[in-house]
């Protein structure tokens, strides 16, 4: 499928039922965790039983991302589409009613797996069916549904919860899913391979050992306390030995390997992974940072919470207005700069929160975060398949959906761990200094030499340990995204690479 095939009104319908079905998977990646207590509640589960629910989520879709593009020449991107949104639908139903942990971990595991290639198929389908000149916008669309779920996830989940009950969390996909399957089904056309590849059962099995194991160490990291436990060696182990196995077949092997090795030879698209693979820690990381430290420190409700982060919805809505009319216009990098320089400010900001602040900081600093990442995301998208050959485009975004989404997990697991080890830190540095003796202890108020004084002194020195915990993590966000800004360096923007693309053309064609 191209755009030479496709009408306008086509165009536009599928560009809505495919968004639909993306902007529903990934809603979902968040919408769960604030629903976690309550369901916790329903089905009688421990807090480390809990988080399988999550896990089983995550897991199942890193394992089948990479799977899109031979599923896509396997049965056709529209059968494909339709089985994923399908799948998606009924298990999302099948979360909504389950009386069990077993069972919603279970129906989870399945969301995850029929779900994972809705992402990155839909980018695919976005840039086929639109022009080159197109290109831009199309991508601020996928950003949108991309970026924008995961950030609503929270807010609707509370509201929800807060509201109905927590199966309306799952329940909530149901007309969306219905929707998006008409749609495809009805304005998408067919679009077989004619010679499907194989399937390279030693390149997926290795693959999803690495992804697998890593996820899941990502994920029971925090709670094991890192490499101090055998489980978490075990899976470090495993992910290293499935990551070398796999990267010696794709290079050695004589016939077509998981991921074609060509893709890799694109400068654009391997430097555009490296830097989404790094985006994801500035967007998830504060994501993930943000909910606890509003409940757990400022007190603010669950959905006072998600209402505080809206305006980081609000800033990518407005950045994706404008940001894809100047993707053919100016010089891209300058754009990933400025969004760069933006999530720069905002992690600044970030870095100077304290207890007794109002929420004026939380929604600034969100907003600006907000307007930055879609001015990195869509450009970023936009010059990864600026070179890339139009037959390798379904096995780069899958490729490019599955590194953003690592990256993703493992920062959050590594502010996680970070956190925890500096509120130990912060806590012991604070309460050497509470003593009867210090005349600061003695101005809060407090009698430290009876048991209840010094049990309050203790729990103010952890909220203020917990706050300089927090600030740290976002000093590290900051040097993130500075860190960044050099690799753009190695990047050519789409309008000159497709200048060298054709150069190369036409003195393939004089030789």
């Known amino acids: 499928m191209n755009h030479m095939t496709v009408t306008s009104t086509q165009r536009w319908a599928i560009t809505v039922s495919i968004m639909l079905a993306a902007m529903m998977n990934t809603l979902d990646t968040t919408i769960a965790n604030v629903a976690l207590p309550h369901i916790q509640g329903s089905v009688g589960a421990s807090q480390e039983q809990i988080t399988w629910v999550l896990t089983s989520y995550l897991i199942a879709a890193a394992v089948m991302t990479p799977l899109t593009s031979w599923c896509a020449e396997r049965f056709g991107r529209k059968e494909l589409f339709i089985i994923s949104i399908a799948g998606f639908t009924a298990t999302s139903v099948l979360c909504g009613i389950a009386t069990s942990l077993p069972e919603i971990v279970l129906f989870r595991l399945?969301?995850?797996?029929?779900?994972?290639?809705?992402?990155?198929?839909?980018?695919?389908?976005?840039?086929?069916?639109?022009?080159?000149?197109?290109?831009?916008?199309?991508?601020?669309?996928?950003?949108?549904?991309?970026?924008?779920?995961?950030?609503?996830?929270?807010?609707?989940?509370?509201?929800?919860?807060?509201?109905?009950?927590?199966?309306?969390?799952?329940?909530?996909?149901?007309?969306?899913?219905?929707?998006?399957?008409?749609?495809?089904?009805?304005?998408?056309?067919?679009?077989?391979?004619?010679n499907p590849r194989r399937f390279d059962f030693q390149g997926f099995?290795?693959?999803?050992?690495?992804?697998?194991?890593?996820?899941?160490?990502?994920?029971?990291?925090?709670?094991?306390?890192?490499?101090?436990?055998?489980?978490?060696?075990?899976?470090?182990?495993?992910?290293?030995?499935?990551?070398?196995?796999?990267?010696?077949?794709?290079?050695?092997?004589?016939?077509?390997?998981?991921?074609?090795?060509?893709?890799?030879?694109?400068?654009?698209?391997?430097?555009?992974?490296?830097?989404?693979?790094?985006?994801?820690?500035?967007?998830?990381?504060?994501?993930?940072?943000?909910?606890?430290?509003?409940?757990?420190?400022?007190?603010?409700?669950?959905?006072?919470?998600?209402?505080?982060?809206?305006?980081?919805?609000?800033?990518?809505?407005?950045?994706?207005?404008?940001?894809?009319?100047?993707?053919?216009?100016?010089?891209?990098?300058?754009?990933?700069?400025?969004?760069?320089?933006?999530?720069?400010?905002?992690?600044?900001?970030?870095?100077?929160?304290?207890?007794?602040?109002?929420?004026?900081?939380?929604?600034?600093?969100?907003?600006?975060?907000?307007?930055?990442?879609?001015?990195?995301?869509?450009?970023?998208?936009?010059?990864?398949?600026?070179?890339?050959?139009?037959?390798?485009?379904?096995?780069?975004?899958a490729f490019y959906t599955l590194m953003r989404n690592i990256g993703s997990a493992i920062g959050i697991s590594i502010l996680q761990a970070i956190h925890v080890d500096s509120i130990q830190a912060a806590h012991s540095r604070l309460v050497e200094h509470l003593r009867p003796d210090n005349p600061i202890a003695q101005s809060s108020g407090l009698d430290l030499g009876t048991t209840a004084g010094q049990l309050m002194a203790n729990a103010m020195a952890e909220r203020q340990a917990s706050m300089l915990a927090y600030v740290g993590d976002f000093y590290i966000m900051l040097a993130v995204a500075v860190l960044i800004a050099p690799l753009m360096l190695f990047v050519r923007t789409p309008s000159a690479a497709r200048a060298r693309v054709a150069g190369n053309v036409a003195s393939a064609a004089v030789e």
Not at 367 to 380: C, E
């Open 205 to 397: 099995t290795t693959l999803t050992l690495a992804i697998a194991c890593l996820q899941l160490m990502a994920d029971r990291g925090p709670t094991k306390d890192w490499l101090s436990s055998p489980e978490i060696w075990a899976y470090l182990i495993l992910s290293c030995l499935g990551l070398y196995w796999f990267i010696v077949h794709t290079l050695t092997t004589r016939d077509r390997p998981f991921f074609n090795p060509e893709m890799f030879a694109d400068r654009n698209f391997l430097t555009c992974t490296v830097i989404g693979f790094l985006i994801g820690l500035l967007l998830y990381g504060s994501m993930a940072l943000m909910p606890p430290l509003m409940e757990n420190l400022l007190g603010y409700p669950v959905l006072t919470t998600g209402l505080v982060q809206m305006p980081r919805g609000v800033g990518m809505l407005i950045s994706m207005l404008f940001i894809g009319q100047l993707v053919n216009r100016i010089d891209v990098r300058l754009i990933v700069l400025a969004g760069l320089a933006l999530n720069a400010v905002s992690a600044w900001q970030m870095a100077h929160f304290n207890l007794e602040m109002s929420t004026g900081p939380l929604v600034v600093s969100a907003f600006l975060q907000g307007l930055g990442t879609a001015m990195i995301f869509v450009p970023l998208s936009t010059m990864a398949f600026a070179t890339l050959a139009p037959r390798l485009r379904t096995e780069g975004a």
């Open 110 to 194: 399945f969301q995850g797996l029929s779900g994972a290639a809705l992402l990155p198929l839909s980018q695919a389908v976005l840039l086929d069916i639109n022009p080159p000149e197109k290109h831009g916008q199309a991508m601020s669309i996928w950003g949108a549904g991309a970026v924008l779920g995961p950030v609503l996830g929270p807010v609707m989940g509370g509201w929800l919860t807060d509201n109905w009950s927590w199966r309306w969390v799952f329940l909530i996909n149901l007309p969306v899913g219905i929707l998006a399957f008409a749609g495809v089904l009805i304005f998408m056309s067919e679009d077989r391979h004619e």
